[in-house]
Structures are given as C-alpha cells and as structure tokens.
C-alpha cells in the first residue's frame, strides 16, 4: 500500500492529476470537496479535474509535506501554487484523505488547511 500512495502521490506532485485520477480512483470513488462539492463515480471526478486542469496556465509548484497511512486511510498534505488562465492564482495548503480498497481510492476527501 506505501508503494502505491507514494506512486499517486508522485504524480500529483508532477502536475498529473487527471491521471492519477484516471490510474488510482475506483468506479464508483466517492469525493467531497472543502467546499461541500461532491462526485459520485470517477467519470464525475475526471470531468472535474479535466475542468480544473484545463484552467491552470502555470504550475508555480506542487509541495508534498506530509503523508500517512493507517490501515486502509491515507493522509496527503500539499501545497498547491498554480496561475490560472483567468488571471487568478490559487494557492492551496491542502490536506487530502483517501480511502483504499483493492488498491484503488473509494473515497477521497480534502480538506483546506
């Protein structure tokens, strides 16, 4: 299980998250966004990620600080500095958890920190 967070966790930071949706998440993974935004199947989370990595003009960086994993629950904290192409820059300290089954998330949760 530590070798395949670490692998999801590489790709976030190398800007690759719409694969890494499409790589680590389940069919039906489950996401709540801080925001309360909810998806319920990865073909709604990759639409989403499509979306939001379609508007990125500029990854300023992506930090991996911490990461964790008890049993099936992992925790991930990043910070994430993008430009966007509508002239806003977002800069998100983030904490993610991910549950894991089979070795594919289920449901996934980020938190604003």
């Known amino acids: 299980m530590n070798e395949i967070l670490s692998s999801k966790n590489e790709m976030v930071k190398k800007g690759q998250i719409v694969?890494?949706?499409?790589?680590?998440?389940a069919s039906n993974a489950k996401t709540i966004d801080f925001d309360g935004t909810v998806?319920?199947?990865?073909?709604?989370?990759?639409?989403?990620?499509q979306g939001f990595a379609g508007?990125?003009?500029?990854?300023?960086g992506i930090t991996l600080h911490h990461t964790s994993l008890n049993g099936n629950v992992s925790f991930s904290e990043f910070t994430f500095d993008?430009?966007?192409k509508d002239?806003?820059?977002?800069?998100?300290?983030?904490?993610?958890?991910?549950?894991?089954?089979?070795?594919?998330?289920v449901e996934e949760q980020y938190f604003k920190s």
């Open 39 to 49: 998806t319920n199947d990865k073909s709604g989370m990759l639409t989403k990620m």
């Open 19 to 25: 694969d890494a949706t499409e790589k680590y998440f």
């Open 82 to 84: 993008f430009d966007m």
């Open 55 to 60: 508007a990125i003009a500029n990854v300023n």
């Open 87 to 105: 002239g806003s820059n977002i800069l998100w300290h983030e904490v993610i958890r991910s549950v894991w089954e089979n070795g594919k998330i």
